[in-house]
């Protein structure tokens, strides 16, 4: 039987203790503490996955706790329970580590699980990153690969258990997620690392030359083969060649591939003898494989001479995780290679980008980064130093599916958040224009932007920060 996740709730009201802990008792081992003090001997005495904590009571506040907490049981998560409570005091709870928080009085407690569900989930997926982060030995190479989510952490996980094998893999996604870093990632933690890796875009060469510049070819077999001429599978005897957009050849060339790679030798264009190889074969595709053989254009028995393993890459916009990441590494990158004196990117460009669908994935991302390096004049990247084609899509058919997903209260107050964001960047921070143009008062829209996090300064142009 798996243990329930254990969960305290702090909180000097008895009617919100038994209240809560009736609500999430089927789910989850719960305790409560009236005081700090019994909190803090709660969990000196048993380690809890979540710590629900009211934000005013007497003796020692719940900021107070925040901080023992994060200091002593850095592996608890924390969620401030504010009814008394000032929103300056639950913004600053954020801002010292608390993952979330919730409003008293609670209107639908179905919120609470809500809350609680969400924070476990990324308590889960962070656990399991870090066990798959500890499986990779030292001398397990991951130079280049630049994320934090569960997806890529799986996808690394998995290339260290085929890196030192000699199978072929097939590297699918769309173009720009990486398929190429994947693949030298694969040649970097085999046996063959010490031998050449040679790299080939299959699409990028009509027929003829690519049959010749990957078997090579005999003097005088065409109009130009003034020479003998060694082909890439011999290049790359011993090492690791990478076929990529392996779906763009046609039947007759993958009829030569697939003798190549059932009988291990090739044999030049104009040649009459064969030549043997030791080659690993790594494809790629931003096609669907399986789709691309139903239709005729891909032979089956080439398939699956090729799908021997087969690794996913999911689009950026699928590891949100991933983004800020690459967003902060570019950065750096350009802002050394530009000379550039940028050291951050404001909250509501993060923004901007965390919601972006990036259909060019890493490689339109990379590019979004260097342009606003580029044309920045100020030490923080802002919304308008990102390529204008990010702004303009607005989203509104994605915002209205994320809104119809999520409960009422919830669905609000993103729906508020995206509203302030978007009258800060439409009014470039100013406060005054944006209460004047939303019909909403000026204190009211500081109060919600508190609230939410919200800076003003992010959104002005001349912000040198």
């Known amino acids: 039987m798996i243990d329930k996740p254990k969960l305290l709730i702090i909180d000097d009201e008895l009617d919100t203790l038994e209240i809560f802990s009736r609500h999430l008792q089927p789910g989850y081992d719960v305790d409560t503490a009236t005081s700090a003090d019994e909190a803090l001997r709660k969990l000196s005495e048993k380690q809890y ?10 003796t020692i506040d719940g900021l107070e706790l925040l901080s023992k907490i994060k200091s002593s049981h850095p592996e608890t998560a924390v969620i401030v329970i504010s009814g008394k409570a000032t929103i300056s005091m639950a913004v600053k709870a954020i801002k010292n580590g608390a993952e979330d928080f919730i409003e008293k009085p609670v209107e639908d407690l179905d919120l609470i699980n809500i809350t609680v569900d969400k924070i476990m989930k990324m308590h889960w997926q962070a656990e399991e990153i870090v066990r798959l982060r500890q499986k990779l030995s030292a001398s397990f190479d991951t130079q280049n690969i630049i994320g934090n989510s569960l997806a890529l952490q799986k996808i690394i996980e998995n290339v260290r258990l085929i890196a030192p094998l000699d199978t072929t893999v097939v590297i699918s996604g769309e173009t720009g997620v990486g398929k190429e870093l994947v693949a030298e990632l694969i040649y970097r933690n085999s046996k063959r690392k010490n031998n050449k890796f040679v790299t080939l875009n299959c699409g990028s060469l009509p027929e003829t030359l690519l049959e010749s510049t990957l078997f090579g070819h005999k003097k005088g077999s065409f109009t130009d083969a003034i020479r003998d001429r060694m082909g890439y599978f ?32 090739v044999r030049r264009v104009g040649g009459e003898n064969d030549i043997g190889v030791d080659v690993r074969i790594l494809a790629a595709t931003n096609k669907n494989i399986e789709i691309e053989v139903e239709k005729g254009n891909f032979r089956q028995d ?25 967003a902060q590494y570019f950065m750096e990158e350009f802002a050394q290679k530009h000379n550039k004196d940028v050291i951050s990117i404001s909250d509501a460009a993060i923004a901007l980008m965390t919601t972006y669908d990036w259909k060019g994935n890493v490689r339109e991302l990379k590019n979004a980064v260097e342009h606003a390096i580029i044309l920045s004049n100020h030490k923080t990247i802002l919304p308008q130093d ?35 964001e978007e009258l800060l960047t439409r009014f470039k921070g100013d406060v005054t224009m944006g209460a004047k143009n939303s019909g909403i008062q000026r204190q009211n829209i500081y109060d919600k932007l508190n609230k ?14």
Do not use: W
Request: glycine share 4%; with cysteine.
């Open 49 to 58: 996955h979540i710590a629900m904590t009211d934000l005013v009571m007497p």
């Open 234 to 265: 011999e290049e790359a005897d011993g090492g690791t060649l990478l076929l990529d957009e392996i779906t763009e050849t046609s039947p007759a060339f993958q009829i030569k591939l697939l003798r190549t790679l059932e009988k291990g030798v």
């Open 302 to 326: 080439l398939y699956y001479r090729l799908n021997v393993i087969n690794i996913h890459i999911p689009p950026l916009r699928e590891r949100p995780d991933d983004i800020l990441v690459l």
């Open 386 to 420: 990102l390529p204008a084609n990010i702004h303009k899509e607005k989203k509104a058919d994605l915002l209205g599916q994320q809104l119809l997903c999520l409960p009422y209260f919830e669905a609000k107050n993103l729906f508020e958040k995206k509203y302030l």
């Open 452 to 465: 939410y996090n919200i800076n003003p300064n992010d959104y002005r142009s001349d912000n040198s920060k």
